[in-house]
């Protein structure tokens, strides 16, 4: 199993960095890895549900995510539901901290595939750090910018 974890300090309001990241259907316009993301359910008081569909070294990678969003305690916990990876999930943190907004993701994972497992489970760990990296950066960067203020 791999685990990989991103963090970033958003200045911004604890809820303005909360409502923007519960919007998913926007990641693959700054996850290139990302090549679609669908929302297929997603009505109040019940987990969301996504399609995502992401690129790792030209092999397609499909999951069902469940999202359970916990509006007062500010958190989402998300898991696969069906899908290529043997486990994936993990969680969503955001805390008020001096001067805005403290967001962590972590995520917990298995994919393995008989003889290039290893390789590959390698080469997606560095992709998956990357694709949050970026993920927070673009949040960051949305609310922290002068147009969006």
């Not at 969003?69 to 943190?93: I, K, P, V």
Request: glycine share 8%; proline share 5%.
């Amino acid at each position: 199993m791999a685990q990989v974890e991103g963090t970033v300090l958003i200045r911004a309001p604890l809820e303005a960095a909360y409502a923007l990241a519960k919007r998913v259907e926007d990641f693959p316009r700054f996850m290139p890895d990302l090549e679609r993301l669908t929302v297929l359910e997603r009505r109040d008081g019940v987990p969301v549900l996504t399609e995502w569909v992401g690129i790792v070294e030209g092999r397609r990678i499909r999951w069902i995510e469940e999202d359970a969003w916990d509006d007062a305690r500010h958190l989402c916990r998300f898991r696969q539901r069906d899908g290529d990876f043997d486990r994936y999930e993990g969680t969503w943190t955001f805390s008020p901290e001096s001067g805005g907004t403290r967001t962590t993701i972590v995520v917990d994972f298995e994919f393995d595939i008989p003889l290039i497992g290893g390789l590959l489970s390698t080469l997606l760990r560095m992709k998956m750090k990357e694709n949050l990296e970026r993920m927070l950066g673009a949040l960051q960067r949305r609310l922290e910018s002068p147009a969006q203020a």
